[in-house]
């Protein structure tokens, strides 16, 4: 509990970290009341189209906050420091102050994971009164197991940027990609077009777990359990290369 404590307070210590939960909370908030005032426009013109997704939309936009916490947990670990600090990296100072590298590991996922539900449970705050105060009546009703499916999307997802982030060690590479994965085109959308197996990607699966789509391809259960199943591998991938890595490398 002491690992996870210096890493929650290394964490909350980087100027990224307040990005990161300006898009998880403020993000969601902005983007379903932008959603609900569109929906309200169609309700009155009598077509109700994506009520039932009011919300959660904005819920699948704010993941992006959390895959900058999970990245943002690792490489900041080895960002090069100051001249005043002899150009050193934090990983260093971390594995000599805790004995164990797989202990390292699991208290900075356990941080990761800790903040990703917070951000998750304030995003939904801000969101069903913003969703009721536009909407009114026409509001729909926020169902806790689909609220329930949202927060395990972003746990997992900010598990599997943390993931990459150790094997890759530089931020770059897994902030591009998953970012766009999740904000323009998903890739895993595109391949379901061509091949089934898709659906068994992480970020398709995930999105099962809370949004209720017409193409929807598992159950919110089957979907969280696809989606973990990447995680625990990634994860244990991770644990691996981490262990057997030459910290000057």
């Known amino acids: 509990m002491r690992a996870v404590h210096a890493e929650l307070s290394k964490l909350f210590s980087l100027p990224g970290i307040w990005l990161a939960c300006l898009i998880g909370v403020l993000g969601p908030a902005a983007f379903a009341a932008l959603d609900c005032i569109a929906q309200k426009e169609d309700i009155l013109a009598g077509i109700t189209t994506r009520l ?32 005043e600090a002899g150009h050193g990296q934090q990983i260093i100072t971390s594995l000599m102050a805790v004995s164990s590298r797989l202990q390292v590991l699991l208290a900075k996922a356990a941080a990761v994971s800790l903040i990703t539900l917070l951000l998750c449970i304030m995003a939904i705050a801000a969101i069903v009164p913003v969703t009721r105060l536009i909407l009114g009546e026409f509001a729909p009703a926020m169902e806790w197991t689909r609220l329930a499916g949202a927060m395990g999307y972003w746990m997992f997802t900010a598990l599997i940027a943390f993931s990459f982030t150790v094997l890759t060690k530089n931020g770059m590479i897994p902030l591009t990609v998953l970012m766009i994965n999740s904000s323009l085109v998903s890739f895993s959308v595109l391949l379901a077009k061509v091949t089934k197996l898709a659906y068994y990607l992480p970020d398709r699966a995930g999105i099962d777990m809370f949004m209720s789509m017409s193409d ?28 057997r890595r030459d910290v000057g490398a």
């Open 216 to 243: 929807a391809f598992h159950t919110p259960l089957a979907g969280g359990l696809v989606m973990l199943a990447w995680v625990a591998v990634l994860l244990a991938i991770a644990a691996i290369v981490f262990h």
């Open 52 to 83: 039932p997704e009011v919300g959660f939309l904005g819920l699948g936009f704010g993941v992006q906050g959390v895959i900058l916490l999970g990245v943002l947990a690792v490489s900041s670990e080895y960002a090069a420091e100051s001249s």
